[in-house]
């Protein structure tokens, strides 16, 4: 199988995309559809045999859960046991957006979707193809990130195709994601509500909303609770370091100190750029939470396309606009 790759970027194409995908999906495919924060590997969330596919496809844990996504506020409540106040002011705070919201579980979402557990992660991504999708299907749509288990997520169609073209019949060709990292995990089965997963909506943005707020891991549990109990996680095929420096020496002298070739390093440096000539590459990402984390995947898959040995890549600053990314960052590190 060879992936086709449908693009939208006229109505006429984005309606036959959507045609396309709507019918594969009732059909009980598997198809890798765009969303703001990273592109999707999506099933009906109704289907367990369709989800079971995408644990095949990626070759994903049977007990790491899947996101359930939804169109509209109705069909969030169809996936859940209730849906708490709390869940309603978020909503009305943060869907259609990054924000993954764990809720007890309805009865009619298959264990498989929910790793066995009594509860089901939702999410409204504001990204119009999935959008447009789910409101034909009429049915949520579990996605997992669509790249084989433990690599970096995509961010665009072709970074799909690289993982998985294949393996699956269709892609469809949304163009760049607009976050570029994955969706912020809360779970509000607990409270104070905790933060499973950090990301683009940080830990002071959702205290605005529900005043507390648990941080980090509750203990190790048989279901993953969080990507975070997986040692290795969005990792690149280099091996990656995060290193602050100075100047161009002091950047070498601590390469050569974690012993590492100064010229198998590609760079990439948002404040303190280096001259190119040392380095197996040197590459500038944006100064800004939001423009680095759209940037940073794509990077990454560069690296990897490129052939790169070791990545270097300089510290974000440590302040709560950057908690997701330096999470990813840690996790690709390993
Ligand atoms: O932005 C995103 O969230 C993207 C796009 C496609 O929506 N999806 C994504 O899915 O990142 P995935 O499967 O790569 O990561 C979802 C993480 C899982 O690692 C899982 O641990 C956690 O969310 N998760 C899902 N359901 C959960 C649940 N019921 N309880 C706790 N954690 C859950
Ligand atoms: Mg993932």
Known sequence: MSAEILSTHTPQLFQA??????KLLRAGEVVALPTETVYGLA????DENAVAKIFQIKGRPANNPIIVHVANLEMAKRCVKNFPALAEKLAKSFWPGPLTMVLPRAEKIPDNVTAGGKTVGIRWPSHP???????????????????????????????????????????????QSQVGIESTVLDLTVSPPRLLRPGMIHEHTLMAVTEKLAIGFGDSEEILK????????????????????????DL??????????????????????????NFAGVSVI?????????????????CDDVGAR?????????????????????????
């Not at 995309?17 to 709507?22: E, I, N, Y």
């Not at 944006?286 to 680095?292: G, K, L, N, S, T």
């Not at 070791?310 to 390993?334: F, H, K, Q, T, Y």
Request: contains cysteine.
């Open 310 to 334: 070791i990545i270097v890549i300089e510290a974000p600053p440590e302040s709560p606009e950057w908690s997701g990314i330096a999470d990813r960052l840690r996790r690709a590190a390993g």
């Open 43 to 46: 099933a009906n969330a109704f």
């Open 17 to 22: 995309a959507v045609q396309r995908a709507v």
């Open 286 to 302: 944006p100064h800004d939470a939001e423009a680095f984390a759209r940037a940073l995947y794509s990077e990454l898959h560069r």
């Open 226 to 249: 969080s990507p975070g109990q997986l040692k290795k996680h969005y990792a690149p095929k280099a091996k990656l370091l995060v290193l602050n420096w100075n100047d161009e020496d």
């Open 252 to 277: 070498k002298s601590r390469i050569r100190n974690s012993k590492f070739e100064v010229r198998d390093c590609q760079i990439i440096a948002h404040t303190k750029i280096p001259s190119v000539e």
């Open 129 to 175: 193809f999935i959008q447009a999708v789910i409101r034909e299907c009429d049915f949520p749509l579990a996605a997992p990130s669509a790249n084989l288990s433990n690599s970096i997520s995509p961010t665009n169609a072709k970074h799909v195709r690289k993982q998985l073209g294949e393996k699956i019949s269709l892609i469809v060709d949304g163009g």
